[in-house]
C-alpha cells in the first residue's frame, strides 16, 4: 500500500527520526509501510527445513525481505540486527531482495533475529538454500571469468600486435617477429580455448539438435582464425589473427554478460515466488494446541487460526471469530469484506483486526490462488513463443555467413592460381570480418541503456524481451481499483459536514487500520487521539466514549440509521457513519479517488495512436462512472479473470499488440496472457512476477516513460542493425578480395563496435519528457 | 630489442596481477550485488545516534 511517509509514521507512532528515514525511503513513493506490524512472527518451525548448518557449528538462513524497496532498507535491515550476540552475519542483497544471516546457535537463536527484522516492517520469507545454487547464477559467474580472461589476453595480445604492425612499416626483424607471434599464440590459445566454451557449448548443442544458430558462425570464425594464425607462425609468416579471435571473444562475452543480467533479475523475482508459496500456516489441534504446518500438507477438515493482519493461507469457512477481510487482491474490491460464521474465505485475502478459526475446505493445490496461478502458468506458454529480434536476424545471418566463405573459398579456388591454402585464408577471412560483433553487442547494448534509464526512474524492466514487445503494444487494457485509482477511498463530503464532528469522527477514527477510518483520519489532519477511550467491533464499527457520551462510527446499521431516513437511501457508496446520543446521525462518504495523473496518461496513450480499454472485477456502474471521468469508450465491469483472458485473446486474434495493466490476484492471469504487462509496485506478488514491468509511485506517467523508452530503444536497435551491416556492406567485398590483413581486421571490428554502443547510449542524451 | 626480455614478461606479469585480482573479487562474492554496492558507499556505517536497541522492541506495539 502506498502511504505518505509523514502519516504513516504518525499512524504508527514511531520516532521522527524513523519518520525521516521513512520520508527518504523509496523516492519513487513506494515507501515500506511502516503500519504494516502486524506481521506474523516466523517461528523455528516455519523455517527449520531451508535453516542450513555448517562445519564451523554456525547456522545460516536466507530469507526473501517482501518489501525491500530502496537502498536506505540497506541500512535498517542490518543495523536491526548487528549488535545481537551470536550474530556472525548479516548481509542484504539489494539486487535480488535477499538478507542472509548467519549466526552462532550456541549464543542466539534465530528467531529473535528475525522479529528484530520484522519489527521494522519488513516481511521475511525463508528461502531454500537449494534455489541459490541454480544453474543460472553459475552461468553468470563464469561468464564473467571468461570475460575477465578474454580481456586479459585481448589487452596483452593487442600490445604485441601494435608492436608486429608497426615493426612491418618499420625494421623489425623476422625473427623478433616471429617471438611476438609466439607469444601472442601462448597468450591466445589458452585464453580462446577457456573463454570460448560457452560459444562452442551452444554452438555444438545446436548443430546436435540440427539446427543453426549464431555461436556456430562465432565459433568457426575463432577456432579457425586461431588455427590459422597458429600455422602461419610455425611457417614463419605475417599475416597472424589472434588479436582478432581474442577481441572477438571479449566483445561477445560482454554482450552476453549484459543480456544474462538483464535475465537475471526475472529469475530471482520468479524464485522469491516460489519461497512465499512455501511458506507454513498454523492450525489448531484437536487437543486445542497449536502447531504450524507446510502449507502443502494441509487437508480439508482441519482447522487454522489466522491472527489479525495475517494472510490467509488457504480456501475455508470461518468457524470462530468475526473479523474483516481485504480481498482487493482476489477481487479488485476496494473495501474489506466483513466475515462472521460460516461465510466462505480464501487464500491469499488478508484478515483484518479480528482473529479467525478457519476450517479448511480446500488444499493447497485446489485452493482460488493455486487456481489462478495455474491459470496464470497456461497464459505465459504462449509469451514463450515470442522470439526476440536479434534471434530472427541470426537465423538469417549465420546461414548467410556460412555461404559467403564457402563461396569465397571456392571462387578463388576455381578462379585463380592460389593453392588451396591461400584460398582457404581468404575465407577465415570473410568469416572474420562478418563475425557478429557488432551484431551481438547491437541488441544488449540499448537495452541496458534502456533499462537503466527506466530504472532510475522507478520502472523495473524484468524480462530482456520486455522492451521489444512494449514497443510493438497498439492496445492498453487497464483494470481499475489500485490500477487506475489508487485502491485507496477518499473523503468526499468533508466540506458539507460540521468541522467539529469531523473533528471527533477522525479522532475515534484514528484508532483503526481500517481502509474508511483511515482516509476520515487523513481527510482531518493534525487530530490528536487524546482522551478517548475507543473499542474496535471487527466488521462493525468503532465505539467511544467522549465527555461521557457513547458515540458510534461504523456501518449503517450498526450505528442504528434507518435504511429509510432521509438522504440516507443506500446509493452503493463507501460510507461511514456516526452516531451518538443527541447527535444527528451524520454520513461521511468516500470513493476510490482516479491516481492524480490518470487522465492526462490515457490521453497522452490515445494521443500515441493507443487503443485503451478497461476491465474490472468490480460492479458495472461503478467502472462506467470512472471509464466516464478517465474518457475510455471501451470497457467492461464484473469480469472475472477468465473473462478478461478471453477478452485479451478476442483482441489478439483481431491481430492487435495488447498490453495489461493491473495489480491484483485477479488479473495475474491476464498479466500472463497479454502481449506485454505492466503492474505498479504495490500489486500482488504473484501479479508482479507475471508481469514484464513494474512502476514504482503513486503516478502512471511511468506508463508513458516506459512505451516512449521501448519504442526509441526499437529504433535504436533497428539503426545499430543497419550500422553493423553496413559496416559488412564495406568490409565484406574487402575480405572476399582477399586484402584484409589483422590490421584492417582488428580496426574494423573495434570500431564497429564501438560505432554501435555509442548509438546505443543516445538512448540517455534525450531529457525524459513527463505529460502535462 | 633486448629490453623486450625483460618488458614483455613485466607486462603479462602485470596483466596476469590484474585478471588474478578480478577473479578473486568474482570468488569472494563482490559481483553478487551491483545494485546494493553501488549505494552502501553513501551509507554511514559509523552513526552514532543510532537508535538504541530498547527502540526496536518498543515498535512492536505502537
Known amino acids: 500500500m502506498v502511504e505518505i511517509g509523514a502519516d504513516v509514521a504518525a499512524e504508527a507512532g514511531v520516532s521522527a527520526k524513523d519518520a525521516k528515514a521513512a520520508l527518504s525511503c523509496c523516492?519513487?513513493?513506494?515507501?515500506?509501510?511502516?503500519?504494516?506490524?502486524?506481521?506474523?512472527?516466523?517461528?523455528?518451525?516455519?523455517?527449520?527445513?531451508?535453516?542450513?548448518?555448517?562445519?564451523?557449528?554456525?547456522?545460516?538462513?536466507?530469507?526473501?525481505?517482501?518489501?525491500?524497496?530502496?537502498?536506505?532498507?540497506?541500512?535498517?535491515?542490518?543495523?536491526?540486527?548487528?549488535?545481537?550476540?551470536?550474530?556472525?552475519?548479516?548481509?542484504?542483497?539489494?539486487?535480488?531482495?535477499?538478507?542472509?544471516?548467519?549466526?552462532?546457535?550456541?549464543?542466539?537463536?534465530?528467531?529473535?533475529?528475525?522479529?528484530?527484522?520484522?519489527?521494522?516492517?519488513?516481511?521475511?520469507?525463508?528461502?531454500?538454500?537449494?534455489?541459490?545454487?541454480?544453474?543460472?547464477?553459475?552461468?553468470?559467474?563464469?561468464?564473467?571469468?571468461?570475460?575477465?580472461?578474454?580481456?586479459?589476453?585481448?589487452?596483452?595480445?593487442?600490445?604485441?600486435?601494435?608492436?608486429?604492425?608497426?615493426?612491418?612499416?618499420?625494421?623489425?626483424?623476422?625473427?623478433?617477429?616471429?617471438?611476438?607471434?609466439?607469444?601472442?599464440?601462448?597468450?591466445?590459445?589458452?585464453?580462446?580455448?577457456?573463454?570460448?566454451?560457452?560459444?562452442?557449448?551452444s554452438a555444438l548443442a545446436a548443430l546436435r539438435g540440427g539446427h543453426m544458430n549464431m555461436d556456430v558462425p562465432i565459433s568457426l570464425a575463432v577456432i579457425l582464425a586461431a588455427g590459422m594464425s597458429l600455422s602461419e607462425t610455425l611457417r614463419g609468416g605475417e599475416q597472424v589473427f589472434f588479436d582478432a579471435s581474442v577481441m572477438l571473444l571479449f566483445f561477445l562475452l560482454i554482450g552476453r554478460f549484459l543480456d544474462l543480467r538483464l535475465r537475471g533479475r526475472a529469475r530471482s523475482a520468479a524464485e522469491n515466488l516460489t519461497a512465499l508459496k512455501a511458506t507454513a500456516a498454523t492450525i489448531v489441534a484437536p487437543d486445542g494446541s497449536l502447531r504450524s504446518l507446510p502449507l502443502a500438507r494441509l487437508e480439508p477438515g482441519m482447522t487454522v487460526a489466522v491472527a489479525a493482519g495475517e494472510r490467509i493461507p488457504i480456501d475455508g469457512k470461518v468457524s470462530l471469530g468475526r473479523s474483516e477481510v481485504d480481498t482487493s487482491l482476489l477481487t479488485g474490491e476496494s473495501l474489506p469484506r466483513p466475515v462472521s460464521l460460516g461465510n466462505e474465505v480464501y487464500a491469499g485475502?488478508?484478515?483484518?483486526?479480528?482473529?479467525?478459526?478457519?476450517?479448511?475446505?480446500?488444499?493447497?493445490?485446489?485452493?482460488?490462488?493455486?487456481?489462478?496461478?495455474?491459470?496464470?502458468?497456461?497464459?505465459?506458454?504462449?509469451?514463450?513463443?515470442?522470439?526476440?529480434?536479434?534471434?530472427?536476424?541470426?537465423?538469417?545471418?549465420?546461414?548467410?555467413?556460412?555461404?559467403?566463405?564457402?563461396?569465397?573459398?571456392?571462387?578463388?579456388?576455381?578462379?585463380?592460381?592460389?593453392?588451396?591454402?591461400?584460398?582457404?585464408?581468404?575465407?577465415?577471412?570473410?568469416?572474420?570480418?562478418?563475425?557478429?560483433?557488432?551484431?551481438?553487442?547491437?541488441?544488449?547494448?540499448?537495452?541496458?541503456?534502456?533499462?537503466?534509464?527506466?530504472?532510475?526512474?522507478?520502472?523495473?524492466?524484468?524480462?530482456?524481451?520486455?522492451?521489444?514487445?512494449?514497443?510493438?503494444?497498439?492496445?492498453?487494457?487497464?483494470?481499475?481499483?489500485?490500477?487506475l485509482t489508487l485502491g485507496r477511498p477518499v473523503l468526499l463530503n468533508a466540506a458539507a459536514i460540521d468541522p467539529k464532528l469531523l473533528e471527533v469522527a477522525a479522532a475515534i477514527a484514528g484508532h483503526s487500520r481500517h481502509p474508511l477510518a483511515r482516509a476520515l483520519r487523513r481527510a482531518v489532519p493534525g487530530t490528536s487521539n487524546a482522551d478517548l477511550v475507543v473499542q474496535e467491533h471487527a466488521g462493525d464499527g468503532l465505539s467511544a466514549l467522549?465527555?461521557?457520551?457513547?458515540?458510534?462510527?461504523?456501518?449503517?446499521?450498526?450505528?442504528?440509521?434507518?435504511?429509510?431516513?432521509?438522504?440516507?437511501?443506500?446509493?452503493?457508496?463507501?460510507?461511514?457513519?456516526?452516531?451518538?446520543?443527541?447527535?444527528?446521525?451524520?454520513?461521511?462518504?468516500?470513493?476510490d479517488t482516479p491516481r492524480p495523473d490518470a487522465v492526462a496518461v490515457i490521453a497522452e496513450l490515445q494521443r500515441r495512436g493507443i487503443a485503451v480499454e478497461l476491465l474490472s472485477g468490480d460492479r458495472s456502474d461503478v467502472v462506467a462512472q470512472l471509464a466516464d471521468d478517465l474518457g475510455i469508450e471501451v470497457w467492461r465491469g464484473d469480469c472475472r479473470p477468465a473473462e478478461k483472458?478471453?477478452?485479451?485473446?478476442?483482441?489478439?486474434?483481431?491481430?492487435?499488440?495488447?498490453?495489461?495493466?493491473?495489480?491484483?490476484?485477479?488479473?495475474?492471469?491476464?498479466?500472463?496472457?497479454?502481449?506485454?504487462?505492466?503492474?505498479?509496485?504495490?500489486?500482488?506478488?504473484?501479479?508482479?512476477?507475471?508481469?514484464?514491468?513494474?512502476?514504482?509511485?503513486?503516478?502512471?506517467?511511468?506508463?508513458?516513460?516506459?512505451?516512449?523508452?521501448?519504442?526509441?530503444?526499437?529504433?535504436?536497435?533497428?539503426?545499430?542493425?543497419?550500422?553493423?551491416?553496413?559496416?559488412?556492406?564495406?568490409?565484406?567485398?574487402?575480405?572476399?578480395?582477399?586484402?584484409?590483413?589483422?590490421?584492417?581486421?582488428?580496426?574494423a571490428m573495434s570500431s564497429s563496435s564501438i560505432v554501435v554502443t555509442a548509438n546505443a547510449m543516445r538512448l540517455n542524451l534525450k531529457n525524459r519528457k513527463t505529460p502535462s | 630489442m633486448s629490453a623486450l626480455a625483460y618488458l614483455i614478461p613485466i607486462a603479462l606479469l602485470l596483466g596476469l596481477l590484474g585478471l588474478a585480482a578480478f577473479l578473486w573479487a568474482l570468488k569472494s562474492g563482490q559481483f553478487e550485488d551491483l545494485d546494493g554496492a553501488a549505494h552502501r558507499i553513501l551509507l554511514d556505517d559509523d552513526e552514532d545516534d543510532r537508535p538504541p536497541k530498547q527502540d526496536t522492541e518498543s515498535l512492536k506495539d505502537p
Not at chain 1, 542450513?52 to 535498517?76: A, E, F, M
Not at chain 1, 450505528?559 to 446509493?571: H, I, L, R
Not at chain 1, 491484483?664 to 498479466?671: I, Q, S, V
Request: net charge neutral; with cysteine.
Open chain 1, 27 to 201: 523516492p519513487a513513493g513506494a515507501l515500506v509501510d511502516l503500519a504494516l506490524e502486524v506481521e506474523p512472527q516466523l517461528k523455528a518451525a516455519d523455517f527449520a527445513e531451508q535453516l542450513r548448518r555448517h562445519n564451523d557449528g554456525s547456522c545460516s538462513l536466507t530469507l526473501v525481505v517482501q518489501n525491500l524497496h530502496c537502498p536506505s532498507c540497506i541500512r535498517t535491515i542490518e543495523s536491526a540486527v548487528e549488535n545481537r550476540p551470536g550474530l556472525l552475519k548479516a548481509r542484504v542483497n539489494l539486487s535480488t531482495r535477499r538478507l542472509a544471516l548467519q549466526w552462532d546457535p550456541a549464543i542466539t537463536d534465530a528467531e529473535p533475529l528475525l522479529a528484530a527484522v520484522a519489527a521494522r516492517g519488513y516481511r521475511l520469507v525463508p528461502l531454500d538454500p537449494e534455489q541459490l545454487e541454480s544453474a543460472e547464477a553459475q552461468e553468470g559467474r563464469e561468464l564473467l571469468r571468461a570475460m575477465a580472461v578474454a580481456g586479459f589476453a585481448a589487452a596483452n595480445v593487442m600490445l604485441l600486435s601494435v608492436a608486429v604492425w608497426s615493426g612491418l612499416a618499420g625494421d623489425m626483424g623476422p625473427a623478433t617477429r616471429t617471438l611476438m607471434h609466439w607469444i601472442s599464440a601462448m597468450i591466445a590459445l589458452p585464453a580462446v580455448a577457456y573463454a570460448g566454451r560457452p560459444f562452442f557449448r
Open chain 1, 349 to 483: 485475502t488478508l484478515n483484518g483486526g479480528g482473529a479467525l478459526r478457519i476450517a479448511v475446505t480446500a488444499t493447497a493445490e485446489t485452493s482460488l490462488l493455486a487456481e489462478i496461478v495455474r491459470l496464470m502458468e497456461a497464459a505465459e506458454q504462449g509469451r514463450d513463443r515470442y522470439v526476440r529480434l536479434a534471434d530472427r536476424v541470426a537465423r538469417i545471418y549465420a546461414p548467410a555467413v556460412h555461404l559467403l566463405a564457402a563461396g569465397t573459398f571456392a571462387g578463388w579456388l576455381i578462379f585463380s592460381s592460389l593453392p588451396w591454402q591461400g584460398a582457404l585464408l581468404h575465407a577465415i577471412a570473410v568469416l572474420i570480418i562478418t563475425c557478429p560483433c557488432a551484431l551481438g553487442l547491437a541488441v544488449p547494448a540499448v537495452q541496458v541503456a534502456a533499462v537503466g534509464r527506466l530504472l532510475k526512474q522507478g520502472i523495473l524492466v524484468k524480462s530482456a524481451d520486455a522492451l521489444e514487445r512494449l514497443a510493438a503494444v497498439d492496445t492498453f487494457v487497464f483494470d481499475k481499483t489500485g490500477t
Open chain 1, 546 to 591: 467522549l465527555d461521557g457520551k457513547a458515540l458510534r462510527l461504523g456501518r449503517r446499521a450498526w450505528c442504528g440509521v434507518d435504511d429509510a431516513s432521509e438522504a440516507a437511501t443506500p446509493d452503493g457508496a463507501m460510507e461511514l457513519w456516526l452516531s451518538g446520543e443527541n447527535i444527528i446521525p451524520e454520513r461521511f462518504v468516500f470513493r
Open chain 1, 645 to 747: 483472458i478471453a477478452r485479451l485473446e478476442a483482441l489478439a486474434a483481431k491481430g492487435r499488440k495488447t498490453a495489461m495493466v493491473g495489480d491484483g490476484l485477479n488479473d495475474a492471469p491476464a498479466l500472463a496472457a497479454a502481449f506485454a504487462s505492466l503492474s505498479p509496485a504495490d500489486a500482488a506478488d504473484v501479479s508482479q512476477v507475471a508481469a514484464d514491468v513494474i512502476f514504482q509511485g503513486e503516478r502512471l506517467a511511468p506508463l508513458v516513460e516506459a512505451l516512449d523508452t521501448a519504442r526509441r530503444a526499437k529504433r535504436l536497435v533497428l539503426q545499430n542493425f543497419g550500422l553493423a551491416f553496413g559496416y559488412n556492406l564495406i568490409a565484406v567485398p574487402i575480405a572476399v578480395a582477399g586484402l584484409v590483413t589483422p590490421l584492417i581486421a582488428a580496426v
